[in-house]
Antibody
Framework: QVQLVESGGGVVQPGKSLRLSCTAS????????MHWVRQAPGKGLEWVAV????????YYADSVKGRFTISRDNPKNTLYLQMNSLRAEDTAVYYC?????????????????WGQGTLVTVSS | EIVMTQSPATLSVSPGERATLSCRAS??????LAWYQQKPGQAPRLLIY???TRATGIPARFSGSGSGTEFTLTISSLQSEDFAVYFC??????????FGQGTKVEIK
């Protein structure tokens, strides 16, 4: 069965950095795109970033562009989110999510499996 | 940028009744529309993709319809485990992949 396990969350001061990880199992990791989606406390869902199956394509929400970097290590079945210049408004639960399209579709879209999330709190 | 608007914000329904949730896109997203269910303290779960295709393991009481800018999620007979928040999301003309603000289905 598909499993996604996030780690790396915690409390960090404004302006500092943090790196999240997501370890995948139960599917062929290097044949699917992967996403990060976040949810501020008591709020809705906000898509953050997506990376294609081979890492050649990366896209970001405007709110994090230039500060966050998505990457993946396919031999390690691991997705990353490097978060720099963190702000109070980045406080949220961060979920990694598997894309629903197989790589040969040439598309990236909905999220068919999600991790349990990791909480990032940006506070002085 | 496409904006997704869900209505109503809260829906009060009795167990066994039908629930109808709406999602509107600010421009056409064709059939590139997904629905997710989220219970308190849990990650979202995919219910519907392609506007009307149920995800693996999703009961038949959940159905999706619509295309273009107007979409509907119908729960034919609400069970106790269906009381949750539901989000729609488009995946057309990305990025970004915008979510609606959510509809909370609560017990009447």
């Amino acid at each position: 069965q598909v499993q996604l396990v996030e780690s790396g969350g915690g409390v960090v001061q404004p302006g500092k950095s943090l790196r999240l990880s997501c370890t995948a199992s139960g599917f062929t990791f290097n044949t699917y795109g992967m996403h990060w989606v976040r949810q501020a406390p008591g709020k809705g869902l906000e898509w953050v970033a997506v990376i294609s199956y081979d890492g050649s394509e990366k896209y970001y929400a405007d709110s994090v562009k230039g500060r966050f970097t998505i990457s993946r290590d396919n031999p390690k079945n691991t997705l990353y989110l490097q978060m720099n210049s963190l702000r109070a408004e980045d406080t949220a639960v961060y979920y990694c999510a598997k894309d629903g399209y197989y790589y040969d579709s040439g598309n990236l879209g909905f999220h068919d499996y999600w991790g349990q999330g990791t909480l990032v709190t940006v506070s002085s | 940028e496409i904006v997704m608007t869900q209505s109503p914000a809260t829906l009060s329904v009795s167990p066994g009744e039908r629930a109808t949730l709406s999602c509107r896109a600010s421009q056409s997203v064709r059939s590139h529309l997904a629905w997710y269910q989220q219970k308190p303290g849990q990650a979202p779960r995919l219910l519907i993709y392609g506007a009307s295709t149920r995800a693996t393991g999703i009961p038949a009481r959940f159905s999706g319809s619509g295309s273009g800018t107007e979409f509907t999620l119908t729960i034919s007979s609400l069970q106790s485990e269906d009381f949750a928040v539901y989000f729609c999301q488009h995946y057309n003309n990305w990025p970004p992949y915008a979510f609606g603000q959510g509809t909370k289905v609560e017990i009447k």
